[in-house]
């Protein structure tokens, strides 16, 4: 008797359970999917107060804590009281003081130290030619001249055929340099194995531009220009024949 009894009432939840639209922990009127008030104190706390201690899970599948509703197109969104510090808290093993939450191209994130960043492994490389031939508007040139590594802290670093070969890791990269002795609008693309990763629009010159680069394997690098039309008579329209310079300068944070 006790066996069908229990099995009554299993049944019972399961027919049950689909009839709730809502869940709530601790309030009887809940304001999402599933909604837990933690202190108990909805009813009484202020407008502005009230969600700092609750958990919601609304019908998107959104997590939220402390607050009543998801930041728009945030998947886990968490608020803390104000002024309060350490609102979020993330212990893998990597994390450590000065350390800096880092991420790769599939959204993994670990802890990378960030007292020793920048001044811990990093590569200078330039790239210039005296008389480099410009394509007019509309077409790419892929950049070639002397190459030269004026610094270099990271193993495995190398250079030949107008492009930097790095080994495997991620990277900053920080890119500067122009057309000399003219005025360009132009676009400066950064090529991984032949293949644009990453771009940068400018005007006169490129200054303080920064990448992120994660090479799973080791990866020459080299650099594509080409010209944005803007219709100012003060810059210059290629095609043309000038002097240019540029560097990048790889800052490695993590093997």
């Known amino acids: 008797m006790k066996i069908n009894l229990s099995c009554i009432l299993v049944l019972l939840i399961i027919y049950l359970c689909p009839l709730a639209a809502q869940i709530g922990v601790n309030l009887e009127n809940p304001e999402a ?3 837990l008030d933690s202190k108990k104190n909805n009813a009484t706390a ?5 969600y700092l201690d609750d958990v919601i899970i609304d019908n998107n599948g959104n997590l939220v804590i402390g607050a009543k509703a998801a930041v728009a197109g945030a998947k886990v969104t968490v608020t803390g009281e104000s002024g309060s510090k350490g609102v979020l808290k993330i212990v893998d093993g990597t994390q450590g003081e000065g350390y ?3 991420g790769n191209n599939e959204g ?3 802890w990378v130290n960030f007292k020793t960043f920048p001044f811990n492994k990093y590569c200078i490389w330039t790239l210039q030619n005296t008389a480099f031939s410009f394509s007019s508007i509309g077409k790419k040139s892929n950049l070639t001249g002397t190459a ?7 193993t495995g670093a190398s250079t030949a055929s107008s492009a930097i070969t790095m080994p495997k890791g991620r990277y900053l990269i920080l890119a500067a340099g122009e057309i000399e002795s003219t ?4 676009i400066l693309h950064l090529l991984v194995n032949g293949t644009e990763t990453n771009k940068v629009y400018y005007s006169d010159y490129v200054n303080g531009s920064i990448f992120y680069q994660d090479l799973s394997q080791q990866s020459a690098i080299s650099l594509q220009w080409e010209a944005v039309d803007t219709n100012n008579i003060y810059y210059a329209a290629p095609p043309f024949q ?3 310079k540029y560097s990048l300068t790889f800052i490695r944070i993590k093997d």
């Open 108 to 110: 993994v994130g670990d």
């Open 242 to 244: 000038k002097p240019y």
């Open 100 to 102: 800096i939450l880092h």
């Open 33 to 35: 999917l599933f909604h």
């Open 183 to 186: 005025k360009e609008n132009a």
């Open 46 to 50: 202020t407008a502005t107060t009230k």
């Open 148 to 154: 030269s590594i004026d610094y270099n802290e990271i």
